[in-house]
């Protein structure tokens, strides 16, 4: 199995198990080493007595952590949708909170399309 994918694939399982939290710290290592690796070489090409301020910090982990927290959490949260099949499932349709595709939302929005209505009931007083 290939290495990159079996980080960045979801696990389905529901909880924390033991081949999941393997994978968790793994990533955890890699980001650490990633990190590591591109502060060394900001500091390295005259960048660090930014790096060493508030705002250079705040920057350094806007540009670097928050991108990859989504690498990070993978397997944190429950996957909300099956895609593409990418969890061995097939494609499905966004559906909406009343349980319909956009297709069915289609076909109902489009059923009285060009029906004239009938007159007032009551008329005018």
């Given amino acids: 199995m290939n290495i990159w994918r079996w980080l960045t694939t979801p696990d ?3 909880g ?5 939290i393997i ?3 793994v990533r955890v290592f890699l980001f650490a080493i990633f990190a590591t690796l591109v502060g060394g ?3 390295a090409v005259g960048l660090g007595p930014y790096l060493d301020t ?3 910090t705040l920057l350094f982990v806007l540009l670097l952590y928050v991108p990859l927290a989504r690498y990070l959490m993978v397997d944190t949260f429950a996957p ?5 099949g990418r969890l061995g499932g097939g494609s499905k349709a966004p559906v909406n909170k ?4 956009s297709a069915e939302r289609r076909k109902e929005r489009n059923r009285y399309a060009g029906v004239r209505k009938s007159a007032p009931k009551g008329g005018r007083r």
């Fill in 12 to 14: 389905p399982e529901p």
């Fill in 16 to 20: 924390f198990t033991r081949g999941k």
């Fill in 23 to 25: 994978k968790l710290t």
């Fill in 41 to 43: 070489l900001l500091r």
């Fill in 54 to 56: 508030w705002w250079g």
């Fill in 80 to 84: 909300s949708r099956v895609r593409g």
């Fill in 98 to 101: 009343a349980g319909q595709t």
